[in-house]
């Protein structure tokens, strides 16, 4: 049984950071290109960053320079550190597994950013 369990959301203030850690189970975890989507109220899920298998991150460009994707093969994470956040920020965060062909959720962990 495939799962991906994310942790870390909340609420913070803009300008603060948080982290966000993935870890999965039931999957060949080494071979799967990992990610982090966000969907707001209203909108359409969008990527936020993703990383190959190799450990190469590639970002949506609204988080370049403020947030950084990076992977544990040995432990099976994954982690978003997000600084800087701001108020469009906030959304639910899904975790990402996908492979050829198959694709994993997260069930998704609330990120509000406000004062």
């Known amino acids: 049984q495939v799962q991906l369990v994310e942790s870390g959301g909340g609420l913070v203030q803009p300008g603060g950071s948080l982290r966000l850690s993935c870890a999965a189970s039931?999957?060949?975890?080494?071979?799967?290109?990992m990610g982090w989507y966000r969907q707001a109220p209203g909108k359409q899920r969008e990527v936020v960053a993703v990383i190959t298998s190799g450990g190469n991150p590639v970002y949506a460009d609204s988080v370049k320079g403020r947030f950084t994707l990076s992977r544990d093969n040995a432990k099976n994470t994954v982690n978003l550190q997000m600084n800087s956040l701001k108020p469009e920020d906030t959304a639910v965060y899904f975790c990402?597994?996908?492979?050829?062909?198959?694709?994993?959720w997260g069930q998704g962990t609330q990120v509000t950013v406000s004062s």
């Open positions: 990402n597994a996908r492979g050829f062909p198959t694709n994993y």
């Open positions: 039931g999957i060949i975890f080494s071979t799967y290109i």
